[in-house]
T-cell receptor, first 113, second 110 residues
Framework: SQTIHQWPATLVQPVGSPLSLECTVE??????LYWYRQAAGRGLQLLFY??????ISSEVPQNLSASRPQDRQFILSSKKLLLSDSGFYLC????????????FGSGTRLTVV | GQNIDQPTEMTATEGAIVQINCTYQ??????LFWYQQHAGEAPTFLSY????GLEEKGRFSSFLSRSKGYSYLLLKELQMKDSASYLC???????????FGAGTRLFVKA
């Protein structure tokens, strides 16, 4: 069966510090991978998606970046965090949105102080 | 572009029925999803509608009218554990990007 792992679960980082969140998927190949962010009390905002190794599409211009170094690994990074980067970050995968929707990781709650 | 509207909050009583509405605008239709999200947790898939009509899955049913750009999620025999946010979502025409509504927070009271 397919599983998705996302870590860390919680992170408190000072403004200006770097960020690296990692997500891996098991039990499937060539998944579509996504990073979403959810601000408190808000909906999910699509940040990045990837349909293959090295292929990254950015949805929102900001100080975040994403990389997909391996087929089932998706990394979200920042060189310098801003206060506005605080939120709940969710990684997700799909192998056909029409049929199964997205399966989300457990999320990372990031607080920038 | 795409736009999704849902009520912000709803309150219902344990054992009752509640209907959560969603209206959407999209340039091309590729189905509509409902997800459940408990506080502090990730969303989980509930349903997917691509044709008009009602799809029933246990206590949960989802309805779609493509001509009206309208969907609803129907929860029957409400339980306390149904207290959560319910997110309406539509993928874009290519299917690679899904836009989520802000969600409806449902409070189930005893």
């Amino acid at each position: 069966s397919q599983t998705i792992h996302q870590w860390p679960a919680t992170l408190v980082q000072p403004v200006g510090s770097p960020l690296s969140l990692e997500c891996t998927v098991e039990g499937t190949s060539n998944p579509n991978l996504y990073w979403y962010r959810q601000a408190a009390g808000r909906g999910l905002q699509l940040l990045f998606y990837s349909v293959g190794i090295g292929q990254i599409s950015s949805e929102v211009p900001q100080n975040l970046s994403a990389s997909r170094p391996q087929d089932r690994q998706f990394i979200l990074s920042s060189k310098k965090l801003l206060l506005s980067d605080s939120g709940f970050y969710l990684c997700a995968w799909s192998n056909g949105v029409r049929d199964y929707g997205y399966t989300f990781g457990s999320g990372t709650r990031l607080t920038v102080v | 572009g795409q736009n999704i509207d849902q009520p912000t909050e709803m309150t219902a009583t344990e054992g009752a029925i509640v209907q959560i509405n969603c209206t959407y605008q999209t340039s091309g239709f590729n189905g509509l999803f409902w997800y459940q999200q408990h506080a502090g947790e990730a969303p989980t898939f509930l349903s997917y509608n691509v044709l008009d009509g009602l799809e029933e899955k246990g206590r949960f049913s989802s309805f779609l009218s493509r001509s009206k750009g309208y969907s609803y999620l129907l929860l029957k025999e409400l339980q306390m554990k149904d207290s959560a946010s319910y997110l309406c979502a539509v993928p874009n025409t290519g299917g690679f990007k899904t836009i989520f509504g802000a969600g409806t927070r449902l409070f189930v009271k005893a």
